[in-house]
Protein backbone atom coordinates (compact mmCIF):
# COMPACT_ATOMS: atom_id res chain seq x y z
CA UNK A 1 0.00 0.00 0.00
CA UNK A 2 2.61 2.31 1.26
CA UNK A 3 4.85 1.78 -2.36
CA UNK A 4 1.60 2.86 -3.90
CA UNK A 5 1.25 6.07 -2.33
CA UNK A 6 4.91 6.95 -2.52
CA UNK A 7 4.51 6.14 -6.55
CA UNK A 8 2.25 9.44 -6.99
CA UNK A 9 4.65 11.51 -5.10
CA UNK A 10 7.07 10.17 -7.36
CA UNK A 11 5.60 10.80 -10.82
CA UNK A 12 4.51 14.11 -9.09
CA UNK A 13 8.32 14.99 -8.54
CA UNK A 14 9.05 13.58 -11.82
CA UNK A 15 6.63 15.74 -13.41
CA UNK A 16 7.45 18.85 -11.88
CA UNK A 17 11.39 19.07 -11.25
CA UNK A 18 14.24 18.93 -14.10
CA UNK A 19 16.35 16.37 -14.27
CA UNK A 20 18.89 18.52 -12.06
CA UNK A 21 16.33 19.22 -9.64
CA UNK A 22 15.09 15.58 -9.07
CA UNK A 23 19.35 14.74 -8.89
CA UNK A 24 19.43 16.87 -6.23
CA UNK A 25 15.98 16.48 -4.56
CA UNK A 26 17.00 12.31 -4.67
CA UNK A 27 20.32 13.29 -2.87
CA UNK A 28 18.99 14.88 -0.32
CA UNK A 29 16.07 12.17 0.38
CA UNK A 30 18.99 9.64 0.26
CA UNK A 31 20.08 11.64 3.27
CA UNK A 32 17.04 11.54 5.09
CA UNK A 33 16.76 7.95 4.81
CA UNK A 34 19.98 7.29 6.68
CA UNK A 35 18.06 9.42 9.47
CA UNK A 36 15.31 6.62 9.31
CA UNK A 37 18.28 4.12 10.39
CA UNK A 38 17.75 5.71 14.00
CA UNK A 39 15.04 4.39 16.44
CA UNK A 40 14.69 7.46 18.31
CA UNK A 41 14.75 9.20 15.17
CA UNK A 42 11.44 7.03 13.76
CA UNK A 43 10.21 7.73 17.42
CA UNK A 44 9.56 11.08 17.20
CA UNK A 45 8.44 10.96 13.61
CA UNK A 46 5.28 7.98 14.35
CA UNK A 47 4.62 9.72 18.02
CA UNK A 48 0.81 11.38 17.58
CA UNK A 49 2.50 13.57 20.53
CA UNK A 50 4.47 15.73 18.11
CA UNK A 51 2.99 18.10 15.84
CA UNK A 52 3.19 17.80 12.00
CA UNK A 53 4.88 21.02 12.09
CA UNK A 54 7.64 19.66 14.65
CA UNK A 55 8.46 16.77 12.94
CA UNK A 56 8.55 19.10 9.59
CA UNK A 57 11.30 21.26 11.40
CA UNK A 58 13.12 18.26 12.57
CA UNK A 59 13.20 16.38 8.46
CA UNK A 60 14.24 20.02 6.84
CA UNK A 61 16.91 20.58 10.13
CA UNK A 62 18.87 17.72 8.90
CA UNK A 63 19.13 18.41 4.94
CA UNK A 64 20.81 22.38 4.16
CA UNK A 65 19.11 23.35 0.95
CA UNK A 66 17.49 26.18 -0.74
CA UNK A 67 15.97 23.66 -3.08
CA UNK A 68 12.16 25.23 -2.52
CA UNK A 69 10.64 22.27 -4.40
CA UNK A 70 12.18 20.06 -1.73
CA UNK A 71 11.42 22.07 1.10
CA UNK A 72 7.64 22.34 -0.59
CA UNK A 73 7.69 18.48 -1.09
CA UNK A 74 8.80 18.25 2.73
CA UNK A 75 5.46 20.61 4.01
CA UNK A 76 3.48 18.22 1.81
CA UNK A 77 4.33 15.02 2.98
CA UNK A 78 4.25 16.61 6.64
CA UNK A 79 0.65 18.02 5.84
CA UNK A 80 -0.40 14.22 4.50
CA UNK A 81 1.50 12.54 7.58
CA UNK A 82 3.20 10.77 5.23
CA UNK A 83 6.92 11.86 6.61
CA UNK A 84 7.55 7.97 7.26
CA UNK A 85 7.30 7.15 4.07
CA UNK A 86 10.46 9.26 2.60
CA UNK A 87 12.54 5.76 2.61
CA UNK A 88 10.07 4.15 0.31
CA UNK A 89 9.62 7.40 -2.00
CA UNK A 90 13.64 7.60 -2.28
CA UNK A 91 13.34 3.78 -2.68
CA UNK A 92 10.80 4.33 -5.85
CA UNK A 93 12.50 7.91 -7.10
CA UNK A 94 15.69 5.97 -7.41
CA UNK A 95 13.36 3.20 -9.51
CA UNK A 96 12.13 6.02 -11.63
CA UNK A 97 15.41 8.18 -12.22
CA UNK A 98 17.00 4.66 -13.31
CA UNK A 99 14.35 3.76 -15.72
CA UNK A 100 14.56 7.28 -17.35
CA UNK A 101 18.45 7.29 -17.31
CA UNK A 102 18.48 3.97 -18.60
CA UNK A 103 20.91 3.10 -16.06
CA UNK A 104 20.71 0.47 -13.22
CA UNK A 105 22.57 -0.85 -10.01
CA UNK A 106 23.34 -4.68 -9.20
CA UNK A 107 25.35 -6.86 -7.15
CA UNK A 108 27.91 -9.37 -7.72
CA UNK A 109 27.78 -11.95 -5.22
CA UNK A 110 30.81 -14.66 -4.89
CA UNK A 111 33.53 -16.42 -2.07
CA UNK A 112 36.36 -14.17 -3.51
CA UNK A 113 37.71 -11.69 -4.24
CA UNK A 114 37.34 -9.89 -7.63
CA UNK A 115 39.13 -7.62 -9.48
CA UNK A 116 37.67 -4.48 -10.74
CA UNK A 117 39.09 -5.46 -14.43
CA UNK A 118 36.56 -8.49 -13.74
CA UNK A 119 33.55 -6.07 -12.47
CA UNK A 120 34.20 -4.05 -14.82
CA UNK A 121 33.98 -6.99 -17.83
CA UNK A 122 30.60 -8.13 -16.41
CA UNK A 123 29.41 -4.40 -16.67
CA UNK A 124 30.11 -4.39 -20.30
CA UNK A 125 28.80 -7.61 -20.75
CA UNK A 126 25.51 -6.71 -19.38
CA UNK A 127 25.36 -3.45 -20.35
CA UNK A 128 25.92 -4.76 -24.18
CA UNK A 129 22.92 -7.86 -23.52
CA UNK A 130 20.10 -5.28 -21.89
CA UNK A 131 21.32 -2.15 -23.84
CA UNK A 132 22.03 0.01 -20.64
CA UNK A 133 24.07 1.54 -18.70
CA UNK A 134 24.94 -1.31 -15.52
CA UNK A 135 27.09 -0.41 -12.66
CA UNK A 136 27.73 -3.87 -10.42
CA UNK A 137 29.15 -3.72 -6.91
CA UNK A 138 30.74 -6.80 -5.41
CA UNK A 139 30.10 -8.59 -2.53
CA UNK A 140 31.85 -11.24 -0.93
CA UNK A 141 30.12 -13.81 0.81
CA UNK A 142 29.44 -17.78 1.42
CA UNK A 143 27.97 -18.29 -1.86
CA UNK A 144 29.95 -20.69 -3.93
CA UNK A 145 30.01 -19.44 -7.64
CA UNK A 146 29.07 -16.36 -9.06
CA UNK A 147 25.40 -14.40 -8.90
CA UNK A 148 24.95 -11.21 -10.41
CA UNK A 149 21.24 -9.43 -9.01
CA UNK A 150 19.91 -6.56 -11.08
CA UNK A 151 16.84 -5.97 -8.99
CA UNK A 152 15.63 -3.19 -10.79
CA UNK A 153 15.66 -5.51 -14.07
CA UNK A 154 14.36 -8.43 -12.26
CA UNK A 155 17.30 -10.28 -13.26
CA UNK A 156 19.45 -13.01 -11.38
CA UNK A 157 22.30 -15.19 -13.25
CA UNK A 158 24.00 -17.27 -11.13
CA UNK A 159 26.82 -20.00 -11.43
CA UNK A 160 27.02 -22.63 -8.77
CA UNK A 161 29.22 -25.28 -7.82
CA UNK A 162 27.06 -27.52 -5.96
CA UNK A 163 24.79 -27.22 -9.24
CA UNK A 164 27.13 -28.16 -11.57
CA UNK A 165 28.40 -31.12 -9.92
CA UNK A 166 24.62 -32.46 -9.20
CA UNK A 167 24.04 -31.72 -12.58
CA UNK A 168 27.10 -33.54 -13.58
CA UNK A 169 26.09 -36.65 -11.44
CA UNK A 170 22.56 -36.40 -13.11
CA UNK A 171 24.12 -37.11 -16.96
CA UNK A 172 26.69 -39.49 -15.76
CA UNK A 173 23.73 -41.32 -14.39
CA UNK A 174 21.65 -41.09 -16.95
CA UNK A 175 24.84 -42.39 -19.62
CA UNK A 176 25.10 -45.79 -17.14
Avoid: W
Avoid at 39 to 45: A, M
Amino acid sequence: MSGAIAKKYVNALMSGCNDAELADVYGLLTQLVEAFKIEKFNNIILSPDVSAKAKEELVLSLVETKNTKFQNFIKLLSNNDRLKLIPVVAKELKYQLSLKNNTYEGSVSTNFKMSQAQISMLEDNFSKKFNAKIKLNANENSYSGIKVELNDLGIEVSFSVERLKAQMTEHILKAI
